[in-house]
């Protein structure tokens, strides 16, 4: 007898297995590329606006300034990206592509791929509807207390 749990209708139960499928997808996707997807964030990013700051970089991706230092050291390694002083201000630090990180520039798409997946079901009024209605829950969190707080953090 197999036992089955009744779900709660909680949206953050749902957003979390969603966002945990929508990595999977992605990080499946850019297996065959050998990169991982924190590192297509960055490269998603310098692909549109080449030579951004460390720190534009963080609030982009949403992760620490330490923790993002470590992700471009290796893609450093790899031979990505590049981290070059700024002219007259050497503590001033822009972020630009390889000739290897442009090349993978091909990949620029790949959330289409990701949505196209998690959109498969949906006809084509609920597509248009369901990304302007998560941002209007992700504006209501920031104008409310602690969760705004974490979400602001995170999406600066």
Known sequence: MTEQVRYLPS???LLNVLS???CDLAEDYLRAYEISLAQWVVLSALW???GLSVSVLSDYSGKKTAALSRLLDRMEE???VQRLAVEGDKRFVEVHLTEKGQGLSH???MYKHVNGILLADLDETEKE???PMLEKMRESVLRHGEGGQLLREVCR
């Open 20 to 22: 945990g499928a929508a």
């Open 78 to 80: 790899r031979e990505l």
């Open 48 to 50: 549109r606006k080449d």
């Open 129 to 131: 509807q369901l990304l």
């Open 107 to 109: 990949l620029m798409d």
């Open 11 to 13: 949206i953050g139960r």
